[in-house]
């Protein structure tokens, strides 16, 4: 039977060069190495960058330090593309330099919407019910 290589997830090689492109970005935007009235003061977090299996498309998420601005953070990162392409390109040393895409990391948007959902009153009262199901066997 074949397996599906989407369903697999990404390979050693597509999650090690993801981070050796983070650590690139990471510290380019450290440095300020880029040129917009948008990223001036910005401090940006790249939390995560994910590859394509052909390694030739690189897409960043990124988040301003306090979630302000983001979507206009991403927009001059995007203006700036091929600018930062350039300037990761000899950091990562492979044969061709990956085309970088940025969007905002909604993660911890998400893990704070999954959190209140967990702690709401209707959640606690099944877990309550659960554990007293089990505490009576």
Known sequence: ????????????RML??????????AALFARGEIEDEALRGAVVTV????????????NAYVMPLGGMHAEEIVAALNRHRKFIRGRIAPQIDLKYAPEVRFFVDDTFE???RID?????DRVKR????DSDETSED
């Not at 939390?47 to 690189?58: F, G, I, S």
């Not at 209140?116 to 709401?120: K, P």
């Not at 099944?126 to 019910?129: G, T």
């Open 116 to 120: 209140a959902l967990l702690r709401s």
């Open 47 to 58: 939390p995560e960058v994910r590859m394509t299996p052909d390694l030739k498309l690189a």
């Open 126 to 129: 099944d877990l309550d019910d």
């Open 1 to 12: 039977m074949k397996k599906d290589p989407k369903a697999a997830g990404p390979s050693q």
């Open 16 to 25: 090690r060069v993801g981070e050796l492109v983070r650590h690139a970005l």
């Open 110 to 112: 998400e893990a704070g």
